[in-house]
């Protein structure tokens, strides 16, 4: 079966610091992969997503970037956090096509000070 | 672009009342439905989801959807609810320009035993 993971579950920066969140997706090959963030009362907003190694969309411009180095595995990551980058953010999987249903992470719980 | 709106925030119920939790969409063309269920400290987890054929759609612990094209609506039931459904409840909807998954904002279910 399909297992998703992310790391760290939870991460405190101060602002102006480097970011890399990771998110690795095991028992499927060439997944969809996404990263959301996760806000109270609005959901969850599409910040990127990959359907192969390196090839990345972004939906949102903002101070993320994400990457994908292996199939299986997706990273965002920031120069510089803002305080306004803290919030909740998922990672999920999906094998593409016109029914495609995706399958969340655990998600990173990240605070900027 | 796609919105999906979940009207109802917050809900409250005793155990044993019945459940409906709204939701509408905006894109007229071809979409897929789903509903995803988020219980405290837990991953983001499929509850439902509609592709095409029978509007009525049976999902995981007694929950059902029903999605109406006229209305532009896949609303979420249960005719008896249980204090382990407390939980935030996010509809979500794929389909139109950009063939993104929209989510709504989530509604919060609270459950008094």
């Known amino acids: 079966s399909q297992t998703i993971h992310q790391w760290p579950a939870t991460l405190v920066q101060p602002v102006g610091s480097p970011l890399s969140l990771e998110c690795t997706v095991e028992?499927?090959?060439?997944?969809?992969l996404y990263w959301y963030r996760q806000a109270a009362g609005r959901g969850l907003q599409l910040l990127f997503y990959?359907?192969?190694?390196?090839?990345i969309s972004s939906e949102v411009p903002q101070n993320l970037s994400a990457s994908r180095p292996q199939d299986r595995q997706f990273i965002l990551s920031s120069k510089k956090l803002l305080l306004s980058d803290s919030g909740f953010y998922l990672c999920?999987?999906?094998?593409?096509?016109?029914?495609?249903?995706?399958?969340f992470g655990p998600g990173t719980r990240l605070l900027v000070l | 672009a796609q919105s999906v709106s979940q009207h109802n925030h917050h809900v409250i119920l005793s155990e044993a009342a019945s459940l409906e939790l709204g939701c509408n969409y905006s894109?007229?063309?071809?979409?897929?439905l789903f509903w995803y269920v988020q219980y405290p400290g837990q991953h983001l987890q499929l509850l439902l989801k509609?592709?095409?054929?029978?509007?009525l759609v049976k999902g995981i612990k007694g929950f059902e959807a029903e999605f109406i094209k006229s209305k532009f609506s896949f609303n979420l039931r249960k005719p008896s609810v249980q204090w382990s459904d407390t939980a935030e409840y996010f509809c979500?909807?794929?389909?139109?320009?950009?063939?993104?998954?929209?989510f709504g904002g989530g509604t919060r279910l609270m459950v008094k035993p």
């Open positions: 999920a999987w999906g094998k593409g096509g016109g029914k495609e249903t995706q399958y």
């Open positions: 028992g499927t090959s060439n997944p969809n």
């Open positions: 990959s359907v192969g190694i390196g090839q």
């Open positions: 894109y007229g063309g071809t979409v897929n």
């Open positions: 509609y592709f095409s054929g029978d509007p």
């Open positions: 979500a909807v794929w389909g139109g320009a950009g063939n993104m998954l929209t």
